[in-house]
């Protein structure tokens, strides 16, 4: 439920079209402006760090006896599935209550560094994946929209997405990356990026037969908002 609210959360800037005369919408800025793609790539790097910790520990480590490969990983040799200390350790959330109050440090480094690791990722997706202001603001241009109040100009539309989309991106950031190693610590079924995806697969399908109901029941403002 909390996912969902939070999916929910957005700001809404008026835009009003310069083709069709007395068209007005608004432009969505959610809080988790970089969807979940964040988490999946602080998840890919995570599960390619303890693959790369394994590898290293089966072949010049196997029994844990190296001091500068235990700083970095240490397993146990009848069951190496996940890092008994080390760096790695620390990498990798507890996945029960019981295993978070033997050990509350693991657990608060483990929320800390993969919400700051999303974070970090959320910056980058923005400037990476064509979500910065720049390009918010030439889309929305490119669109025939305009902001009431603004000029019709990439500069001025770009100093008023500038206002929300970098606040947005690392608050998002912060929230989805929380949410995620919450989930993992408190052992959610799925685990947090799991929940994550599935609420957003079902946000955009319900958005989408929205959009569908739009097409069928009011064709004329399909075709206006260029959806036929």
Do not use: C
């Not at 957005?10 to 068209?23: A, L, N, Q, V």
């Not at 923005?126 to 109040?149: C, I, R, T």
């Amino acid at each position: 439920a909390s996912i969902v609210y939070v999916q929910g959360i957005h700001i809404d800037i008026p835009i009003i079209s310069t083709k069709y005369r007395g068209f007005k919408a608004v432009y969505p800025i959610k809080l988790l402006y970089t969807s979940n793609i964040p988490v999946i790539l602080a998840s890919a790097l995570l599960a390619n760090a303890i693959f790369m910790g394994q590898m290293l520990w089966a072949n010049y480590n196997p029994q844990n006896s190296n001091p500068l490969f235990n700083s970095l990983a240490q397993y146990d040799p009848e069951n190496p599935q996940s890092p008994t200390g080390g760096i790695l350790y620390y990498m990798t959330p507890p996945r029960s209550l019981e295993t978070t109050a033997q050990d509350p440090v693991r657990a608060g480094v483990y929320v800390i560094f993969l919400t700051t690791i999303v974070t970090i990722f959320g910056k980058l997706w923005v400037e990476l994946g064509g979500l910065s202001p720049k390009a918010a603001a030439k889309n929305l241009l490119d669109a025939d929209v305009q902001v009431p109040g603004f000029r019709r100009s990439e500069w001025s539309v770009e100093t008023l997405l500038n206002r929300y989309i970098p606040s947005v991106t690392i608050i998002g950031g912060v929230v989805i990356g929380l949410l995620a190693a919450t989930s993992d610590v408190l052992n959610v079924f799925g685990s947090g990026i799991g929940i994550l995806l599935m609420v957003d697969i079902l946000v955009n399908y319900y958005n989408l037969l929205v959009r569908e109901q739009v097409d069928i029941h009011m064709p004329k403002l399909a075709a206006l908002i260029g959806r036929k």
